[in-house]
């Protein structure tokens, strides 16, 4: 008898996720781009910063395609053509690597060396890889 009610509270456990649907929402979002498909990450890179609305990063390293969303905290994202961040790459990582609070972009790239793009905290980056030290990393540079 145990074994069957553990059996049928599996059962409508899975059920219950399985129920589950997921909506595309790109169009309504505002994140509509061409298939790029290298690599996306969300993290807190715009402000206003500390609401819990993160941000759109996705790449092709295929390219020059490189597109930043800033989080408009209604389901929508803008578009950020004047960020500083010019090129697209293998994948970006997000670290605060100079301690200022705000979050930074590490770029990783097959063809194209790598970039570090320091956040200004103003909605602006800038590339600080040569004075990092970090500037010419040969060889194939490939993120998670």
């Known amino acids: 008898m145990k074994k069957t009610v553990l059996i049928l509270l599996i059962c409508l456990v899975g059920l219950t996720f399985a129920a589950q649907r997921f909506n595309n929402a790109t169009g309504s979002s505002g994140t509509t781009m ?3 498909g290298q ?3 969300f993290a807190d ?3 206003p910063f500390g609401q ?3 941000d759109l990063v996705a790449v092709s390293d295929w390219g020059s395609d490189v597109y930043l969303f800033s989080n408009d905290g209604d389901g929508t994202f803008t578009r ?3 960020s500083g961040v010019t090129s697209g ?3 970006y990582y997000t670290g605060d690597y100079n301690n200022d609070g705000f979050l930074d972009l590490f770029r990783a790239s097959i063809s194209g060396g790598v970039k ?3 956040n200004n905290g103003d909605g602006t980056l800038t590339n600080v890889a040569g004075a990092a030290g970090v500037a010419h990393q040969p ?3 490939k993120s998670c």
Do not use: R
Request: glycine residues 16%; without cysteine.
């Open 34 to 36: 061409p298939d790029i």
């Open 39 to 41: 690599s996306a990450l």
């Open 45 to 47: 890179i715009f402000p």
């Open 52 to 54: 819990g609305y993160h």
């Open 80 to 82: 950020e053509y004047s």
């Open 89 to 91: 790459g293998a994948g």
């Open 116 to 118: 570090l793009y320091e």
């Open 139 to 141: 060889g194939w540079n």
